[in-house]
Antibody, heavy 122, light 108 residues
Framework: EVQVVESGGGLVKPGGSLRLSCAAS????????MNWVRQAPGKGLEWVGHVKSKTDGGTTDYGAPVKGRFTISRDDSKNTLYLQMNSLKTDDTAVYYC?????????????WGQGTMVTVSS | EIVLTQSPGTLSLSPGERATLSCRAS???????LNWYQQKPGQAPRLLIFGASKRATGLPDRFSGSGSGTDFTLTISRLEPEDFAVYYC?????????FGGGTKVEIK
């Protein structure tokens, strides 16, 4: 069974940092492009960014609001995805989902975690 | 960045009625690389349609997707009680990937 489980959320002050993790199982993690998508309270979905598989270059790409502040990385030996968030702003408050597209397309996200809440507040 | 505008913001319908949801892109979505998701309160999104018109495995055939270029549509032919939710479109034809703002389908 495919599973992705996020962890690491919590309360952080503006300007602070936080690292989220996503533990994956039930599929060949090394072949997957892994994504972070967030959802602010009562709002819509926003793509944070992704990291490609190593065989596809292992490169990262980000949405404009987080570029230069957030870093996505992966540890294929641990089947784990990370999101390092620096210089956090109140606008970064959201549920952060780890997601991937395994069956139809790398960017048709058919597996999602339950999300982890990040609250940025003083 | 491709901006996706979904309309209407809210659709109030009764079970058994037809729902037509629109997703308009600010520029052409290459390859019709557009997906639709359903999200219910407290749950992660669920992929319904990929590549504009292809149904995910197990999706009832009352759901259908169509469109190309800048105009896409999700149609639910006859609403079932479990279909009342928020629906999002998402394009992956160009970076950054973007989502529409969502359409809430509520019970009238």
């Amino acid at each position: 069974e495919v599973q992705v489980v996020e962890s690491g959320g919590g309360l952080v002050k503006p300007g602070g940092s936080l690292r989220l993790s996503c533990a994956a199982s039930g599929f060949t993690f090394t072949n997957a492009w892994m994504n972070w998508v967030r959802q602010a309270p009562g709002k819509g979905l926003e793509w944070v960014g992704h990291v490609k598989s190593k065989t596809d270059g292992g490169t990262t790409d980000y949405g404009a609001p987080v570029k230069g502040r957030f870093t996505i990385s992966r540890d294929d030996s641990k089947n784990t995805l990370y999101l390092q968030m620096n210089s956090l702003k109140t606008d970064d408050t959201a549920v952060y989902y780890c997601t991937t597209g395994l069956v139809y397309s790398r960017s048709a996200f058919n597996f999602w975690g339950q999300g982890t809440m990040v609250t940025v507040s003083s | 960045e491709i901006v996706l505008t979904q309309s209407p913001g809210t659709l109030s319908l009764s079970p058994g009625e037809r729902a037509t949801l629109s997703c308009r892109a600010s520029q052409s979505v290459s390859g019709s690389f557009l997906n639709w998701y359903q999200q219910k309160p407290g749950q992660a999104p669920r992929l319904l349609i990929f590549g504009a018109s292809k149904r995910a495995t197990g999706l009832p055939d009352r759901f259908s997707g169509s469109g190309s270029g800048t105009d896409f549509t999700l149609t639910i032919s006859r609403l079932e009680p479990e279909d009342f939710a928020v629906y999002y479109c998402q394009q992956y034809g160009s970076s950054p990937l973007t989502f529409g703002g969502g359409t809430k389908v509520e019970i009238k």
